[in-house]
């Protein structure tokens, strides 16, 4: 039970967990963040898809960092210009990814080139999360991954690229 004054429903893991990331857009943002490696709003603007309205999309931006799951810097480049990077608590998300995307392949009507990155992450299992994870570190922490690791990212995006060309199903991580 919750008191009085404490805005959420409940205590429970699941129900806190889809408090933050249960609206229609903030997953997309990560997995964009995440996955399409985009850091600032235009890029994440007009690289989604799925079409998110710059007043919506700021929203998320805002509520991502307040929950902790993003972290803004200036850009030095420009001033005007934030950038958006993943924190640790956005990096260890990337298991719920890896299953959000399994689940979706196997129960909705995905696209082929837009799931092969689901494929290869479930085919990879936990050991390539990590690598993904140490990768996701070393991009937006600044923490350096083991020297002469592959890139997962590298690795995600060609399969991408290959599936958009028409090339063959994705081949299995190694």
């Excluded at 009085?4 to 990331?21: F, K, M, Q, T, Y």
């Excluded at 805002?62 to 850009?75: A, N, Q």
């Excluded at 001033?79 to 392949?105: C, D, F, N």
Aim: hydrophobic residues 40%; charged residues 25%.
């Amino acid at each position: 039970m919750t008191d009085v004054g404490d805005p959420h429903r409940s205590g429970c893991p699941i129900n806190l967990a889809v408090e933050v990331l249960g609206d229609r857009w903030s997953l997309v943002v990560l997995r964009d963040v995440m996955f399409g490696d985009r850091h600032y709003f235009r890029e994440l603007l007009t690289g989604s898809q799925e079409g998110i309205a710059s007043n919506i999309l700021a929203d998320r931006l805002r509520r991502l960092v307040g929950h902790g799951l993003l972290w803004r810097s200036d850009d030095a480049t420009h001033r005007q210009k934030i950038r958006y990077s993943l924190t640790e608590a956005g990096v260890q998300l990337v298991p719920v990814m890896a299953a959000l995307g399994s689940w979706g392949r196997r129960h909705l009507p995905v696209s082929h080139e837009l799931s092969v990155r689901a494929e290869l992450l479930e085919r990879g299992g936990p050991q390539l999360w990590d690598r993904f994870m140490a990768e996701l570190r070393e991009q937006h922490l600044g923490i350096p991954r083991p020297p002469g690791t592959p890139s997962v990212f590298a690795e995600l995006q060609a399969a991408y690229e290959d599936a958009v060309r028409g090339g063959p199903q994705a081949a299995p991580p190694r």
